[in-house]
């Protein structure tokens, strides 16, 4: 994992610590590390040359100020380029003029055209659209299976494709029946294609020709490399597509192809997919992704991912528990089931800022065998122990070692560390309790 | 990669390639002022124009540099050092991967150990290819039945894999046999049945939401039972990041070598050309979770490069065993490492 760009720019800058302005020379380094960062991102080689220049451009002559440490100075012209570049445009669908509107959905293959055309539709409808689905994938085996069922599993009617139809019919047809049927949105999902297949280009113009399409979103997949820019760039050239939608944003991808796609074809991103559930679907934020591309802890995303998988129930009983004095072994392994569900401890250490930098708290944080193993300790414990681990002696250390397959020396760790955490804890809820996310262990 | 980020102080300092110390000052001549510095002068006329010159301009631009280098017996400056991290990074590389090559190739210019364009050429390939040389078995298909488990994050082209193997498999006389391990996604058994029947091999599949797992055991028995050769497992797509899918992987794994002893024989990652750094991060966990032997990288008849399986070659030590090059069945090619390298310097 790389360390994220504000720690590396205050190192760069430390000998910087006094007054004065940024000069072309004393912002080098600094510029050096934002590019690195950036490239790290997967931004495109060509548009983080770009970028840096203008970023020098407005970091060169400025007042470094008192408030500010060089380096985070840096960071917040970055940043707001980066928030001005990403969020220049109205993000919403645009779906005025002609009845039904229609939403063509393009992309590479296995970008996530299907579940996203579902997820489109949902999402309408949460809105007060009547929303069609229609299937003009004719090519990869059961892709029109798929899309039919994923219509069925939210009571959405589905456009009876067939792969003996060519793909332009089922788009003129399709919207046919939904104007015959009352349905004021058509969402016309296609094969996934190279940009270069000049064939298949042309069936997509051919499909914008015959139905006018509202919008012409580019599924993209959020883990694209440097390609991105050859791909949006073709896609937009052959059908001027009239916003992206970023795939899988759920997982660790930088998401530097956003960067990328924005810069060659200037279009919005509108949506923004972050899971498989059809529900996923989410309005573009362009902070969020800035902080993401700069590696700088998305908080954010943190805290959304401990609400989506911490059972809010017992979040807050344990919340409660924390401040009062009785946080047991139980609640401790609850807590560890907890976060095993958010993803791997490093992981989520990772995305709070300050803490990715800490280097002790490598050893503090079990790892991901460590947490199977305390859970099996604190299973093999009696309630009893469980509630009050002061009684556990030798002979009882003794026999939870036994049953869990561990050593003796085992338990006295888990012991020991918890002992010190329940410390902490009384420490912390005199004094600054809040500042941890809600549902999340202090470790 | 800390490697790289190294400081770098003294009169040099712009020079964003990372060069050492030593190097930047005795073999590195200035001329004028970076190009970074003259963009952020020159007037903003269309970026967009600007990003097809530059594209344009990338391939002629470093053939006829490394030239003009040798040629003229210049010394290495920073334009020429930027073009080649550019062809390499624009690979999708990655910066750390692409400096160490760099570094590399520095010094054996200031050796004179490189002394012609050909040379060069051939030195930086030669770099790329000893990071791709893996130590592997290769892959024999037995004992029978011999079981491949394909996993992979979503999309990337699991099942077209699965299905162009199989042919593969079954034009070398192998009895085949796919288990639709994807009990997930919406059609992905009904995917997987319809290249079995295209292919003429059979399928093993019980119903839609039924734990991957139990699947996956009773499709090991259906192989034994019907003497298969080679039996390939098709998986949901997961991103790496989900703890509990990657918990249902291992559980799958596990059950196959219940079943069948030093069962999964291989376990298939399939990795997607057109993905960027994020590959590693997928190939770091996969192999966590369930110790991945292969790698298959799809879609490379795109423009996408897949530079990024240089690194998890050399990070991992995990063999590219297959690229996919096409949507049909015919469309798998064994890897080779010569073909891929040329690949990454054409246009
Ligand atoms: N162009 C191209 N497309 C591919 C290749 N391999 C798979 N695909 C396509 O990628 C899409 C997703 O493939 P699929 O096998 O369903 O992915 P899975 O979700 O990983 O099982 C499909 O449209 C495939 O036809 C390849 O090598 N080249
Ligand atoms: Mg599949």
């Not at chain 1, 970023?246 to 972050?274: C, F, H, Y």
């Not at chain 2, 893996?134 to 004992?143: D, G, K, Q």
């Not at chain 2, 193997?165 to 034009?171: I, K, Q, S, T």
């Amino acid at each position: 994992m790389f360390d994220n760009l504000s720690q590396r720019l205050d190192a760069v800058f430390k000998k910087l610590k006094g007054y004065g302005k940024l000069s072309e020379e004393n912002i080098q380094e600094g510029i050096r590390e934002v590019r690195l960062a950036l490239l790290e991102a997967d931004v495109n080689y060509i548009v983080v040359k770009d970028f840096v220049a203008r970023i020098r451009e407005r970091a060169v002559g400025q007042e470094v100020m008192d408030s500010l440490t060089p380096a985070q100075q840096v960071i917040k012209i970055v940043h707001e380029e980066l928030v001005k570049l990403l969020g220049r445009h109205n993000q919403n669908l645009n779906l005025a003029g002609r009845q039904p509107a229609v939403i063509l959905l393009v992309g590479l293959q296995g970008s996530g055209k299907t579940t996203t055309a579902a997820k489109i539709a949902r999402w309408l409808r949460t809105r007060g659209r009547k929303p069609y689905l229609s299937p003009a994938d004719v090519y990869r085996p059961a892709a029109i299976e798929q899309l039919k069922t994923l219509g069925a599993q939210l009571n959405i009617d589905v456009f009876p494709s067939d792969p003996s139809f060519s793909p332009v019919e089922i788009a003129r047809r399709s919207v046919a029946k939904a104007e015959a049927s009352g349905h004021d949105t058509v969402i016309l999902d296609t094969a996934g294609r190279l940009h270069i297949d000049e064939e298949l280009m042309t069936e997509l113009k051919d499909i914008k020709a015959a139905v006018d399409p509202q919008e012409i979103l580019l599924v993209a997949d959020s883990m694209t490399g440097q390609d991105a820019v050859n791909i949006a760039k073709e896609f937009d050239r052959d059908l001027s597509i009239t916003g992206v939608v970023l795939t899988k944003l759920e997982g660790d991808a930088r998401g530097g192809a956003a960067l990328s796609i924005q810069t060659v074809t200037g279009r919005p991103i509108k949506l923004v997919g972050i899971g498989e559930k059809l529900d996923a679907l989410e309005s573009f934020h362009p902070d969020r992704i800035a902080n993401r591309i700069l590696g700088m802890g998305d908080v954010l995303t943190l805290i959304e991912k401990a609400q989506d998988t911490v059972d809010r129930k017992k979040a807050l009983e344990l919340q409660k528990k924390l401040k009062k004095d009785t946080f047991t072994l139980e609640d401790f392994r609850d807590q560890l089931r907890q976060i095993r569900k958010m993803g791997s401890l490093e992981q989520i250490l990772s995305m709070i800022p300050g803490l990715n930098k800490m280097k002790q708290l490598k050893g503090l944080a079990p790892d991901e065998k460590e947490l199977i193993q305390v859970e099996a300790i604190i299973n093999s414990m009696t309630p009893a122990e469980r509630r009050n681990y002061t009684i556990i002696n030798a002979s009882r250390r003794r026999r939870i070692a036994k049953g869990s397959g561990t050593t003796v020396q085992d338990v006295n760790k888990l012991l020991k560390n918890f002992a010190t955490m329940n410390k902490m804890l009384k420490k912390m809820r005199k004094s600054n309790f809040k500042q941890f996310p809600k549902g999340l262990l202090p470790f | 990669m800390k490697r790289w980020i190294r400081k770098i102080s003294g009169q040099d300092q712009d020079l964003e390639t990372g060069l050492s110390e030593e190097d930047s000052q005795e073999t590195v001549t200035e001329k004028g002022a970076a190009p970074e510095h003259q963009a952020a002068q020159a007037p903003r006329y269309g970026l967009f124009k600007r990003l097809k010159e530059q594209m344009g301009r990338t391939r002629g631009g470093f053939i006829r540099q490394m030239d003009e280098l040798l040629t003229g017996r210049r010394e290495i400056d920073r334009g020429l050092l930027d073009e080649l991290e550019e062809i390499l990074v624009m690979a999708d590389m990655g910066v750390g991967t692409v400096q160490e090559i760099l570094d590399r190739l520095r010094s054996e210019v200031k050796r004179h150990e490189i002394d012609d364009p050909e040379a060069l050429r051939n030195k930086l390939k030669e770099h790329i290819l000893d990071l791709l040389e893996v130590p592997a078995e290769p892959l024999e298909w037995e004992p029978a039945p011999f079981v491949v488990l394909v996993v992979g994050v979503n999309g990337v082209g699991k099942t077209t894999t699965i299905a162009k193997l199989a042919y593969l498999l079954r034009e070398q006389g192998r009895k085949v046999m796919l288990v639709a391990a994807d009990t997930f996604r919406a059609a992905a058994v009904e995917q997987l049945e319809t290249w079995g029947s295209r292919l003429d091999v059979p399928v093993f599949k019980q119903r839609t939401g039924t734990d991957p797992s139990a699947v996956a055991y009773d499709g090991m028995d259906a192989a034994k039972n019907r003497n298969m050769d080679v039996v390939i497992v098709d998986t949901a797509g997961r991103l790496h990041t989900k703890v509990n899918l990657m918990e249902e992987l291992k559980k799958i794994n596990r059950v196959i070598s219940q079943k069948i002893p030093d069962a999964p024989h291989e376990i298939l990652l399939v990795l997607d050309a057109t993905t960027g750094q994020n590959a590693i991060s997928q190939a770091k966990l996969f192999n966590e979770a369930t110790g991945v032997t292969g790698i298959a990288l799809t879609k490379l008849d795109g423009t996408a490069k897949g530079g990024i399986v240089v690194s998890i070659a050399h990070d991992l030590g995990i063999p590219i065993r297959f690229i996919g090059i096409g949507e049909k069945m015919e469309d798998l090619r064994p890897f080779d490492a010569r073909e891929f390298v040329e690949a990454i310097f054409s246009s």
